[in-house]
């Protein structure tokens, strides 16, 4: 079955492409202002693991909220990064794209901490697997990894530390700022995996 991979060149979809290898992988500029950072972390791995990859540029941005666009906090929002509806919106983006290539499963990177968003859970997984299945040519959604924490993945895909540094999991820059929710897990992440090593992040 033909597979491709919605990266976002953070750590979890940079891991899972490492493991599954798809045959394509899709990153989207959607207005986000890390766009810059994570399309640079999804090239490099692509590129050293030989997956065809494609950037989608929409600009999304007058849609959004929180971290992600430098913006208001929403009162819904169950954290500063929240974006509306944003999974749903890029994996549609990506389903329309990747349907060209024929691809019958669409991956993503959503593990078992972004249990905290209503689209990182199990019932959104299925729900939208089940409408993106009962459109034409039945592509299949699936999120290998969702009861897999993020050093759970990284240690079952076997991804070399080198390669899993391009990650960029920064919420407001292109440059980590170190602050944010996404700079916070990346620096957990990494002193939990290699700390033993005498490595400091």
């Given at each position: 079955?033909?597979?491709?991979?919605?990266?976002?060149?953070?750590?979890?979809?940079?891991?899972?492409?490492?493991?599954?290898?798809?045959?394509?992988?899709?990153?989207?500029?959607?207005?986000?202002?890390?766009?810059?950072?994570?399309?640079?972390?999804?090239?490099?791995?692509a590129e050293a693991?030989?997956?065809?990859?494609?950037?989608?540029?929409?600009?999304?941005?007058?849609?959004?909220?929180?971290?992600?666009?430098?913006?208001?906090?929403?009162?819904?929002?169950?954290?500063?990064?929240?974006?509306?509806?944003?999974?749903?919106?890029?994996?549609?983006?990506?389903?329309?794209?990747?349907?060209?290539?024929?691809?019958q499963e669409l991956?993503?990177?959503?593990?078992?901490?972004?249990?905290?968003?209503?689209d990182g859970q199990?019932?959104?997984?299925?729900?939208?697997?089940?409408?993106?299945?009962?459109?034409?040519?039945?592509?299949?959604?699936?999120?290998?990894?969702?009861?897999?924490?993020?050093?759970?993945?990284?240690?079952?895909?076997?991804?070399?530390?080198?390669?899993?540094?391009?990650?960029?999991?920064?919420?407001?820059?292109?440059?980590?700022?170190?602050?944010?929710?996404?700079?916070?897990?990346?620096?957990?992440?990494?002193?939990?995996?290699?700390?033993?090593?005498?490595?400091?992040?």
């Open positions: 079955m033909k597979s491709a991979l919605l990266l976002s060149g953070g750590m979890d979809s940079i891991a899972l492409a490492y493991w599954k290898r798809p045959a394509i992988a899709i990153t989207i500029d959607y207005g986000q202002l890390p766009a810059k950072g994570e399309i640079r972390a999804a090239t490099a791995v693991l030989g997956i065809k990859h494609e950037i989608l540029r929409v600009d999304c941005k007058s849609l959004g909220a929180g971290d992600l666009t430098g913006g208001v906090q929403l009162d819904a929002a169950p954290s500063p990064e929240w974006w509306p509806y944003r999974n749903q919106l890029l994996l549609t983006m990506a389903a329309m794209r990747v349907i060209h290539y024929d691809v991956m993503i990177g959503t593990v078992a901490s972004d249990e905290t968003h209503r199990a019932p959104f997984i299925e729900l939208i697997d089940h409408l993106m299945a009962f459109q034409e040519r039945g592509m299949h959604v699936t999120a290998p990894a969702l009861n897999l924490s993020c050093v759970e993945l990284v240690k079952k895909s076997g991804i070399s530390r080198p390669l899993l540094c391009h990650a960029h999991s920064c919420h407001k820059s292109d440059i980590m700022c170190g602050e944010c929710r996404g700079c916070i897990k990346y620096r957990a992440t990494m002193q939990e995996l290699y700390e033993e090593e005498g490595l400091r992040y």
